[in-house]
Nanobody, 116 residues
Framework: QVQLVESGGGLVQSGGSLRLSCAASGSIFVFAFMGWYRQAPGKQRELVALISSGTSTNYADSVKGRFTISRDSAKNAIYLQMNSLKPEDTAVYYC??????????WGQGTQVTVSS
């Protein structure tokens, strides 16, 4: 079993920055992908950014150039640096992990609110 715990959400003004963290613990630590999804009220959950075990990254078009995903293998953690935040970035952000055996795990979510 894998546990994912997010932190770092909060309230920020438009144009501001936040850094999300996700710490993974449990019985594995080889992953295929880790990343971040988000879900705004009334909308479907959407991909924000992914990072592979080989450190290749993938971003949603809406966050390219503003958000950066990174990882610290020694701490079993990933991070999402979010700059130039916009009100439309307001959502609950979820950490995600996919194992090589194709099992998926989710964190409990952290709220990000960007005021205009």
């Amino acid at each position: 079993q894998v546990q994912l715990v997010e932190s770092g959400g909060g309230l920020v003004q438009s144009g501001g920055s936040l850094r999300l963290s996700c710490a993974a613990s449990g019985s594995i630590f080889v992953f295929a992908f880790m990343g971040w999804y988000r879900q705004a009220p009334g909308k479907q959950r959407e991909l924000v950014a992914l990072i592979s075990s080989g450190t290749s990254t993938n971003y949603a078009d809406s966050v390219k150039g503003r958000f950066t995903i990174s990882r610290d293998s020694a701490k079993n953690a990933i991070y999402l640096q979010m700059n130039s935040l916009k009100p439309e970035d307001t959502a609950v952000y979820y950490c995600y992990l996919k194992t090589p055996a194709n099992q998926s795990y989710w964190g409990q979510g952290t709220q990000v609110t960007v005021s205009s």
